[in-house]
């Protein structure tokens, strides 16, 4: 059965006055959506502020995620970019105990072609152990995913949303 259905949040990584990670902050911003009713939450997507986070902080936002969610949800997590190697890197080195899907953005600055943009999600999902889900967000990345693209996604069987 798809776990994903329903409303999925894109959680915000809450900070100190000092700029370090408010964890208390986000364990009771995890707690409330729960609370609220949702159906599965998304750790460190762009709402996340995963563009400003170095690589331990994001791990250490992710475990937090994790052991604050106590699995009481589904967990999407965060893992794109415009490097295709890169992006493949992060998930070979990535443990995806407690993560049950990807969202992975479109590659950005590049302006990649419709068959790049194929090939870089294609690379993606035969990677990943867990399911991806695409992200398409033409104001941000500069390109867009076409109806054909997509399409053509959705006959990977690793790829399930967008």
């Known amino acids: 059965m798809?776990?994903?259905y329903g409303t999925g949040v894109a959680l915000a990584t809450p900070f100190n006055d000092d700029y370090t990670i408010d964890y208390n902050g986000l364990e009771k911003l995890i707690d409330h959506t729960i609370k609220g009713g949702v159906d599965y939450l998304v750790a460190?997507?762009?709402t996340g502020e995963v563009a400003t986070l170095n690589a331990t902080e994001k791990k250490q936002v992710l475990a937090a995620c994790l052991k604050y969610n106590a699995g009481r949800v589904?967990?999407?997590y965060g893992i794109g970019g415009n490097n295709t190697q890169a992006v493949l890197d992060e998930i070979a080195n990535t443990d995806f105990t407690g993560i049950d899907a990807i969202?992975?953005?479109s590659p950005y600055y590049n302006k990649p072609s419709q068959a790049g943009i194929i090939a870089h999600y294609r690379a993606i999902a035969?990677?990943?152990p867990v399911p991806v889900i695409l992200y398409n967000v033409p104001g941000r990345t500069m390109s867009n995913l076409s109806a054909e693209t997509t399409l053509s996604l959705a006959n990977h069987p690793n790829i399930i949303g967008i």
């Open 44 to 46: 460190l997507g762009t």
């Open 126 to 128: 035969d990677a990943c």
């Open 103 to 105: 969202l992975s953005v």
């Open 2 to 4: 798809n776990q994903f």
């Open 74 to 76: 589904p967990v999407v």
